[in-house]
Nanobody
């Protein structure tokens, strides 16, 4: 059974850093594009970043560009979201999502494109 598990969330001060992980089990990771999304209290889910199956293509929301970096280690079935210079507005529950693709370069930041979702990890940025 395909499962995604996020980890690495926590409480951090403004300007701090966190690294989120999205670990997979139950499927061959190499064929899946992965997206990170977040949802703040009272708001809709927002696309943060995504990466193609090959890792060659990435995309970021304008709000996190130059602060967040998405990478993947297919040997470990894990995708990472390195978050630097964190701001209070980054506070949210962060989710990873997966989509089986037939082109190694495909990816999307659209929530409805993805088939599988993790349970989320909470990130709180506060002094």
């Amino acid at each position: 059974q395909l499962q995604l598990v996020e980890s690495g969330g926590g409480l951090v001060q403004p300007g701090g850093s966190l690294r989120l992980s999205c670990a997979a089990s139950g499927f061959t990771w190499d064929y899946y594009a992965i997206g990170w999304f977040r949802q703040a209290p009272g708001k809709g889910r927002e696309g943060v970043s995504c990466i193609s199956a090959s890792g060659g293509n990435t995309k970021y929301a304008d709000s996190v560009k130059d602060r967040f970096t998405i990478t993947r280690d297919n040997a470990k079935n894990t995708v990472y979201l390195e978050m630097n210079s964190l701001k209070p507005e980054d506070t949210a529950t962060y989710y990873c999502a997966a989509k089986r693709t037939f082109s190694s370069g495909s990816f999307s930041q659209v929530e409805g494109w993805y088939d599988y979702w993790g349970q989320g990890t909470q990130v709180t940025v506060s002094s």
